[in-house]
């Protein structure tokens, strides 16, 4: 193919490219399977190789992301970004449109309404309607360059649609709101948690974090979104002569916007459209914490002008959060599975969002720092959903004698051992002690538990009379338990203890990659887990393998493969390992055959509990069959298998329309 066919075949994909993603991405309109899509990028990729001259920065090729290296360029904004000022009642909203009747001398005014996403604020900046710059807010004058980021999400056009009638400026700058769908924010904490990461606080932490990636690749991954609002610089202002005219406008550009978004024709309509969406925030498939209200005329806002904050145009109400006071009793610590301490605030019991909290987690110990919270202390503290309760700041700081300064322990409050930091900047302090009773009790219903070694009967209860009655010290005395120790149990007769006895000897024959998760390494999640037991096939194999063995794996980086090693390298490991060979485990991995290719190129997610087999079990089955498995719901899903109790997996796919299945539709669908 000669350069001048190449470029007109390039521009062709391009263009097609770019019009199925803002069907998929903005209309929720998909008219091309995932396979047809991934093979029209796979052709402009293959084209652009070859003719490397003729790449464009608003390819869709550059959405796949690049690993950059460390800078952080400063991108002066054309325009100041101001901050809103907030509202946090209807008077004070009220107060505030009184002000605009006053600006305007009375002059009718219409509002336009959009919900507040919880996210990061953006300007992309646009010439000849190609995106040329993406910028956080930063201090409003200048932000930080994040255009490598900001291509890979898929709801930003890399250049703007031309449609009749509305000419694209020269010079375009836009602004908006990144954010995460609760549930891709739920699915990339199910992620981490496999792959032994620190979870993110929420969903507005997990996409500041994610802008700011050096690896955009990983952004790519991370299925972010964004809204656009408002409009920064633009040559023609004469384009339209509204707040709502821009967004219809922005939308035939090729912009997300918020669908949402409204006119009010009078302050009435804002009241009643404030008080609808906070009724129902939870119900809304991101985060919101409130509605921003701006006059709607371009001529008005202009009139009205800005302070040196704000624009006294646009406010914000701001939902009531789930918030209480009250005051910390003590700080304790926890001690989690793979030894992690984690600080727990003891609060005086209060009641907040229909429940009693009588405790809230601190995270890790330089978030009790970073707050400056300590026993007798009071606390904001703030429930939303069925998030776990945390502090926000400290409200009083008590001048009594019950005033104790909190200290990182030294020594493990569960027995006693020296605490490390696995190297310097880790966040996580660890008791490193595999004997460790509250690490035993964590390990032992891990290893025990259903994506683990699945030995069915043995829940939290029965692990802590094991560990009170020195019936068990490590995970291999699991396999010396016999029928009479369990009867010396409370609640174990006869029947229990038999089942329970089966479990444990059908537990000897999960592969490696079941019990290497069980093991509960740091680090090592089922990912992970599955990765080294595919590749070693043996435990012995893997006990042998150095970090850099390990490393060369694909998906496997160096804290994984140090984990590891050092894991494995541990007397009390290897110790562990003979009284598990002693016991009859010698766990392997058996490579399973594909069974065919029916389910070829179609998407599945799992959610609930399956009847017949385990979510991990129908998955692997409907991989042998050539179908995708995925942790979270999107367009792109094709069928989501549902069992009983499912979670908020089942909703999403309700309201993207995603085909549902029973487990019966699912066997069915297999065995046909």
């Not at 490590?474 to 029928?483: K, N, S």
């Amino acid at each position: 193919m000669d350069k001048k066919l190449a470029q007109k075949k390039i521009t062709q994909l391009s263009d097609e490219l770019e019009a199925h993603n803002y069907r998929y991405y903005v209309l929720a309109e998909p008219t091309v399977s995932d396979k047809e899509y991934d093979d029209l990028l796979k052709a402009l990729i293959d084209l652009e190789q070859q003719f490397p001259e003729l790449v464009s920065p608003a390819s869709p090729s550059q959405r796949v992301g690049v690993k950059m290296e460390a800078t952080a360029e400063t991108v002066t904004h054309a325009v100041k970004m101001y901050s809103l000022d907030n509202t946090y009642s209807i008077e004070e909203l009220r107060e505030w449109h009184n002000r605009v009747l006053k600006g305007l001398s009375g002059d009718a005014i219409e509002y336009a309404v959009e919900l507040k996403v919880d996210g990061v604020s953006v300007a992309l900046t646009y010439n000849n309607g190609v995106l040329a710059v993406g910028a956080t807010r930063g201090d409003g004058h200048n932000g930080e360059d994040i255009t490598h980021n900001v291509k890979t999400i898929n709801s930003i056009p890399l250049k703007l649609k031309k449609k009749s009638g509305v000419p694209l400026p020269e010079n375009l700058e836009v602004r908006g709101e990144i954010f995460m769908d609760k549930s891709d924010f739920e699915a990339l904490n199910d992620q981490r948690r496999d792959e032994g990461l620190s979870v993110f606080a929420n969903a507005r932490n997990a996409t500041s974090g994610s802008v700011k990636l050096l690896d955009s690749r990983e952004t790519a991954r991370r299925n972010l979104k964004c809204f656009i609002h408002s409009f920064g610089r633009i040559d023609d202002d004469k384009l339209f002569e509204t707040q709502s005219e821009f967004l219809k406008t922005s939308a035939s550009w090729g912009f997300y916007v918020d669908p949402r978004s409204q006119v009010c024709p009078d302050f009435d309509a804002v009241v009643a459209y404030c008080q609808k969406h906070q009724e129902s925030r939870e119900d809304i498939p991101y985060e919101v914490d409130g509605v921003v209200i701006k006059v709607n005329s371009l001529s008005q806002q202009q009139s009205l002008g800005h302070t040196l904050k704000s624009p006294r145009w646009a406010v914000a109400y701001k939902f009531p959060a789930q918030q209480v006071t009250t005051r910390v009793n003590a700080i304790t610590v926890q001690v989690g599975r793979t030894g992690v301490l984690t600080p727990v605030a003891e609060l005086e019991p209060v009641p907040c969002a229909g429940v009693m909290i009588a405790r809230a987690t601190l995270h890790n110990f330089e978030e009790v720092q970073r707050l400056g919270v300590n026993a007798g202390d009071r606390v904001l503290v703030e429930r939303a959903g069925d998030v776990i309760p945390k502090i926000i700041k400290v409200v009083e700081h008590s001048v009594t004698g019950l005033k104790k300064t909190f200290k990182v322990p030294r020594q493990c409050p569960e027995c006693g051992s020296t605490i490390v930091r696995e190297k310097d900047g880790e966040v996580a302090y660890r008791c490193i002690n595999p004997s460790c009773p509250k690490v035993m009790e964590r390990g032992l219903l891990h290893f025990a538990s259903r994506g683990a070694m699945d030995i069915e009967g043995m829940g939290e209860a029965v692990v802590v009379q094991l560990l009170e009655k020195g019936l068990v010290r490590d995970l291999a005395d699991i396999y010396g338990l016999t029928r009479e120790d369990l009867l010396t149990l409370d609640l174990f007769k006869d029947k229990k203890a038999d089942k329970l006895i089966a479990a444990i000897k059908s537990s000897q024959q999960q592969p490696l990659s079941r019990f290497l998760f069980g093991l509960g390494i740091a680090h090592v999640g089922q990912k992970a887990a599955g990765t080294l037991a595919a590749e070693f096939k043996a435990l012995k194999e893997i006990q042998k393998a150095s970090a850099e063995d390990l490393e060369a794996l694909p998906e496997i980086g160096g804290v994984i493969a140090k984990s590891v090693e050092t894991f494995f390298k541990l007397k009390s490991t290897r110790e562990l390992m003979r009284k598990f060979m002693k016991a009859g485990l010698n766990p392997v991995e058996m490579v399973e055959e594909p069974l065919g290719d029916s389910l070829a190129h179609k998407r599945f997610v799992f959610t609930g509990e399956l009847e017949t087999m385990s979510r991990r079990d129908a998955a692997a089955l409907a991989k042998r069959l050539g179908g995708k498995v995925s942790s979270s719901v999107s367009g792109k899903t094709d069928y989501v298998v549902v069992g009983r109790d499912p979670g908020s997996k089942f909703q999403t796919a309700q309201k993207l329309g995603v085909q549902i299945l029973t487990e019966q539709q699912f066997k069915e669908m297999i065995d046909g």
